[in-house]
């Protein structure tokens, strides 16, 4: 992947990894020594992506490469369920894109956030560099 190759060895690099799915979505993810600079890291990284898009197919160039800096801490965690079962997976997962990962991606702050599930919904956000952050504890919410 040009990509994967332009970015392998920015400095500060302590390893990288990636995934694809079969929708054409890739991430990759880049983990820096302890201590770099994350502005640094993260100016040095689009300059290589910089350099490597006129080697990506048109469509990746038209729909462009997003780098978000991020920490691995999970900030919070949310488990969506119907208790008496009146909600399949289906209608939860919507749920939850719509009132909860949106809402999920304003907040200032939110460096990513992920949903994943089928029956059970459950959403999770990592804090971004800028360090705002939600309030601590355990948020559970049910569809009605």
């Known amino acids: 992947m040009p990509l994967?190759?332009?970015i392998n060895g920015v400095e500060g690099m302590i390893?990288?990894?990636s995934i694809s799915d079969n929708e054409g979505q890739s991430s990759i993810t880049i983990t820096f020594e302890v201590?770099?600079?994350v502005n640094t890291a993260q100016v040095d990284v689009l300059n290589n992506i910089q350099a490597a898009l006129p080697r990506l197919p048109d469509i990746v160039?038209?729909?462009g490469v997003v780098v978000v800096k991020q920490t691995p801490a999970i900030l919070l965690a949310v488990?969506?369920?119907s208790p008496d079962e009146t909600f399949d997976g289906a209608f939860l997962n919507n749920y939850v894109q719509i009132h909860i990962v949106d809402p999920l991606n304003r907040l200032p702050g939110t460096g990513n956030r992920r949903s994943s599930g089928c029956g059970t919904s459950p959403a999770r956000a990592q804090p971004g560099h800028s360090?705002?952050?939600l309030p601590s504890g355990r948020a559970h919410?049910?569809?009605r």
Do not use: P
């Open 15 to 17: 390893y990288m990894s």
């Open 131 to 133: 360090r705002r952050f």
């Open 35 to 37: 201590g770099y600079d």
């Open 79 to 81: 488990n969506l369920v």
């Open 141 to 143: 919410h049910t569809a």
């Open 61 to 63: 160039q038209r729909a």
């Open 4 to 6: 994967e190759e332009q």
